[in-house]
């Protein structure tokens, strides 16, 4: 996003203006759930770490301090709170065996992906993920994992070749 | 060789992302007209490419689940009353011809000038909506988007062949042909064009020609009604023509945005607009410009517009007998009647009743409170609209629970009646198409893509009855739990001498119909409770036509059953059945948005 607009949309969503908090909501909630999808690998996990942060991040947005993005801030609450599930789920054995990102109580959409998906790297799913939800650029994956643009270009190749690797061994597509 | 072949794989997922330089992108490209693993990784990437796009859209709808959550938890709106609208700036972002619209920020500094003029501020809502009639009919329209570094994108709008096509700055070039329901899409890095089934379930701001046009007019920004806005007319100069100059200023979240509209006088053509934000120290943060032409002559296709004639063209569209069948169906479905009440009954649970005027659209779902007093009654209704309407509108012993109404621009839905009403109201629908389903015109062509086939057969029944037949095959499949989806199959018969009415359409679920050997071998191993059984082939059947007084023959009853072999006729159970009349008198108010049920 153009970080101008985006000072501007985040400077009005401190002096509470509430069109400009939905425009944010929208603006990143694709960004947002890309980095929980591409941490957590689970899809209803993901939505609600991804609807979390964006409360948390639009609550606490006065804590955004002047010409700070606010993308990088929201990515970073993410992450935090996305760390702090996995945490959790740790703790859980129970919840740990259950492979995540298969099955469940997802759609029935896309089975062969989802669980491709699932067993890719953290690394690799995330640069997926951000690529294909937010905007179909290395710019969002550089920017969120804070990398050159060069690096993430590097790391989505990587990522689809692994990714082909497990459709095909895995006797998907 | 083999370790070229490594090299070249390596570049591959590059090259599907169009990130490979051009240079590296000539040699790998040659080398894969000659090796065939190469290709067929290639292929496999591209493949995976378009897999996880779709994806990414089929998962839009939990994101804007997600969104809207949040925007309620947040108090921003009240939650039985959820608008959705779509910025254009993000609807275009996420559309697949994103590029176009790189600058999308800047329409939005624009747009706000026109919101502007079409509301209250000094009454010309009129006069712009005049003006957008106007360029409707020119013949061609070029809109050529300016950023601050040159020309992001041009797109050609031609209105009456139905046509749109765009060059980006990056040098692709995409055509959406909405009659012939085409599209091609030259990517540069890979010098390839492709070819699609246009599909009709697009973003609205992209269905046509019309709609293009009418999204930019229409976006509607909050900021827009910020206090304070200075708006000014002057008359001037523009390319040597004398144009009145629209200008508007106004302050919001603390930058000044000024917009500007130039029209041209004489002819009543939006010619240019500009639109900029600048901060309190007066520097630029956005600034765009959009300017518009009326070209007598537009191109025809692509290469007119610069994709080399050496370029490799991969068609996906399926057959050109199909595409030619399903035109013709489609024509017919489109016109078809546009006043009717359809009663759907479905046998165990209630019935649905459609109310369809035009663009207006309203759907009712009926339980019924006793279900056997219904099987015993329906025993004496007669099987025709007339006698079942009159019981419907007498006492009918049922509970309305949903109400769905299109006023033509937006839905809005009110379920969980009498008691736990909720409701809310999405934008932009398209009424009409989503009734033709039930109504007995099924969406043919929606599932057309490069991995789902459809082709023309000849069946028995086909022959027997002098219909055409569309058969539509999706491969089984088995996921890496073993879990075994079965291939489906849909087989359309449409019947040419009454416009192309699907008098009959046959759904199978079994294991037999498509794999590559055609058989069930591909089931061996494994664990048969992760088999679904067959399903029974289901079928719907026109069992009654009737014409209108324009002559258009249309589905009057259609019944749906499981073919178990019995005649439909023998059939002891009530077949859940359409009945459909034309022109009717419609109750007073039913398209009345006021008149939904309310908490």
């Not at chain 2, 082709?455 to 037949?469: A, G, R």
Request: charged share 30%.
């Amino acid at each position: 996003m153009n970080s101008d607009l985006e000072k501007e949309l985040a400077a009005s969503c401190r002096n509470a203006d509430r069109s400009a908090y939905t425009d944010l909501v929208k603006a990143y909630s694709g960004r947002v759930f890309a980095i929980c999808m591409g941490m957590l690998g689970n899809i209803h996990d993901a939505e609600d770490i991804a609807q979390q942060t964006l409360l948390k991040g639009l609550t606490n947005i006065k804590q955004v301090r002047d010409n700070e993005q606010f993308g990088a801030w929201i990515s970073q609450i993410a992450k935090n709170l996305c760390i702090d599930f996995i945490r959790r789920r740790k703790c859980k054995q129970s919840i740990l065996r259950r492979r995540v990102g298969v099955g469940q109580s997802d759609s029935k959409e896309y089975p062969e992906l989802k669980s491709a998906l699932a067993k890719l790297s953290e690394e690799h799913r995330l640069a997926l993920m951000l690529y294909y939800f937010d905007g179909r650029s290395t710019k969002a994956i550089a920017e969120t994992l804070e990398i050159s643009e060069t690096a993430a270009q590097a790391r989505l190749s990587r990522a689809r070749k692994r990714l082909r690797k497990l459709l095909e061994t895995e006797g998907g597509a | 060789m083999e370790n070229s072949c490594e090299n070249i794989q390596e570049q591959i997922p590059e090259f599907v992302t169009g990130a490979l330089p051009a240079e590296k992108a000539d040699e790998l490209q040659h080398h894969i007209s000659q090796c065939k693993v190469c290709s067929e990784y290639l292929e496999a990437l591209q493949a995976d490419d378009k897999l996880l796009g779709e994806f990414a859209e089929a998962m839009q709808s939990r994101v804007v689940r997600l969104e809207n959550n949040v925007i309620e938890a947040l108090g921003l709106r009240p939650s039985d009353k959820t608008v959705q609208t779509i910025p254009i700036w993000r609807t275009i972002m996420k559309s697949r011809i994103t590029k176009i619209t790189a600058a999308a920020v800047i329409i939005i500094a624009v747009t706000i000038v026109v919101n502007r003029f079409g509301g209250s501020i000094d009454g010309s809502s009129v006069a712009l909506g005049q003006i957008m009639e106007n360029m409707k009919k020119m013949p061609w329209m070029v809109m050529v988007t300016k950023g601050p570094e040159g020309v992001v994108a041009e797109q050609w709008l031609c209105f009456d062949r139905e046509y749109w096509i765009a060059k980006t700055a990056d040098g692709t070039i995409t055509s959406y042909d909405y009659a012939k329901r085409e599209q091609y899409k030259y990517d540069p890095s890979s010098k390839t064009v492709t070819i699609d089934y246009l599909s009709q379930d697009i973003p609205y701001f992209i269905s046509s020609p019309q709609a293009v046009l009418e999204s930019l007019f229409e976006q509607v920004t909050e900021q827009a009604t910020k206090p304070g806005t200075e708006i000014t007319q002057e008359v001037g100069q523009y390319k040597g023509k004398k144009i009145k100059i629209h200008k508007m200023a106004f302050s919001a979240n603390e930058l000044n945005h000024r917009s500007q509209l130039f029209i041209d006088i004489q002819r009543n053509l939006l010619v240019r607009m500009l639109g900029s934000s600048t901060d309190s120290d007066g520097k630029v943060i956005i600034r765009g410009e959009l300017e518009f032409e009326y070209p007598e002559k537009g191109p025809s296709n692509i290469y007119d517009l610069g994709v080399p004639k050496s370029a490799t063209v991969v068609n996906n569209a399926p057959h050109e007998d199909v595409l030619e069948v399903v035109r013709q169906y489609r024509s017919c479905r489109e016109n078809g009647p546009q006043q009717y009440i359809a009663i759907v009954t479905s046998g165990m649970q209630g019935t649905k009743i459609i109310y369809r005027n035009g663009d207006l659209l309203r759907t009712e779902f009926y339980f019924f409170r006793d279900i056997n007093t219904w099987h015993e009654k329906r025993k004496r209704i007669e099987s025709n609209f007339d006698s079942l309407w009159k019981w419907w509108t007498d006492n009918n012993n049922s509970q309305l629970t949903q109400v769905y109404l299109s006023d033509g621009k937006y839905g809005y839905y009110c379920y969980g009646l009498p008691d736990k009403i909720r409701s809310y109201r999405v934008d932009k629908r398209n009424p009409g198409h989503e009734a033709l389903d039930t109504i007995g015109w099924p969406e043919i062509s929606k599932y057309f893509t490069p991995e789902r086939q459809a082709n023309i057969i000849e069946t028995d029944y086909s022959k027997e009855n002098d219909l055409v037949c569309i058969e539509l095959v999706f491969p089984g499949k088995i996921d890496t739990e073993s879990k075994v989806t079965l291939p489906q199959k849909w087989v359309y018969y449409l019947d040419p001498e009454i416009d192309y009415i699907c008098v009959r359409e046959k759904y199978y679920r079994q294991r037999d119909i498509a794999w590559e050997d055609k058989d069930d071998s591909w089931l061996d191993g494994i664990d048969p409770n992760k088999i679904p059984p067959d399903k029974l082939p289901q079928i719907k059947e026109v069992i009654e036509v009737e014409e209108t007084k324009a002559g258009q023959w249309y589905p009057k009853r259609i019944a749906r059953y499981a073919d178990d072999g019995t005649p439909r006729e023998e059939k002891r159970m009530i077949i859940p059945t359409v009945y459909l009349q034309t022109d009717p008198p419609f109750p007073d108010g039913i398209f009345d948005p006021g008149s939904l049920p309310k908490k």
